[in-house]
């Protein structure tokens, strides 16, 4: 289905709007497959592909999500409009191409490397505790105090990241693999690692801190 949108009353030149069922690749000369949208110079000349030009063609005014095919599953998301590749212009620098979500708040961060794999995953308003957000609301009875004293500190530096950078000496840290095993709500599945939510764990600090301030 094609439908075109003369500039003006009369005129040969505009912006087509097509819908195929089968077109070439991304890479590829030709017509793309879906929903394209083009200026065209010339209605009356056909089986022509026109090129691209530096003009907005496309306004939403609103959010609009996209379905894109990570890793072999799909993911709604938005896309990121960028002519950035992996290798231009900085080499072995794969730009982000998708923002895509997860249930528990995380933001899911794609790029397209050699092998189409790189993701970052983001904690997305894990601070959030309104009222509005919460049902079933009762004053707890969690023993903080109890629960804190099975926590096992440690004393540990960290490995270097991908660029190199190596996060500051912790003197008194948690490993997330120990907390899960007494509360797996406490940690957050990044998927290649492990962290810790952190307004849980502070709110049973403060928890123990109130018993024993009213013990003294």
């Known amino acids: 289905m094609q ?21 070439v690749g991304p890479k590829e000369s030709g017509v793309p497959p879906g ?8 209605f009356t000349r056909g089986n022509t592909v026109p090129s691209a030009v530096n003009r907005v063609l496309l306004t939403v005014a609103g959010m609009a999500c996209f379905s ?30 998708f923002i895509g979500y997860k249930e528990g708040g995380l933001m899911r961060f794609f790029s397209t490397d050699n092998s189409n794999s790189d993701i970052w995953n983001i904690k997305v308003d894990q601070w959030g505790s309104d009222r509005k957000l919460k049902t079933d609301i009762k004053d707890s009875e969690f023993n903080a105090i109890e629960f804190i004293e099975k926590l096992k500190f440690k004393d540990h530096g960290w490995n270097k990241d991908e660029i190199g950078y190596e996060k500051p000496h912790t003197k008194c840290g948690l490993i997330a693999q120990e907390v899960q095993e007494l509360d797996d709500s406490l940690v957050v599945d990044y998927e ?6 952190g307004l849980r764990l502070i709110n ?13």
Do not use: M, W
């Open 68 to 97: 894109s095919r990570i890793l072999g599953s799909v993911v709604k998301g938005q896309p990121i409009l960028t002519n950035l590749d992996y290798s231009s212009p900085f080499s072995n620098h794969a730009p982000v191409k």
């Open 192 to 197: 290649t690692y492990l962290g810790l939510d």
């Open 204 to 216: 049973i600090a403060l928890k123990s801190s109130t018993r024993i301030i009213t013990t003294k």
């Open 3 to 23: 439908i075109n949108a003369p500039e003006n009353f009369g005129s040969r030149r505009g912006i087509g709007l097509q819908i195929a069922g089968e077109g």
């Open 35 to 42: 929903l394209f949208i083009y200026e065209d110079p010339d």
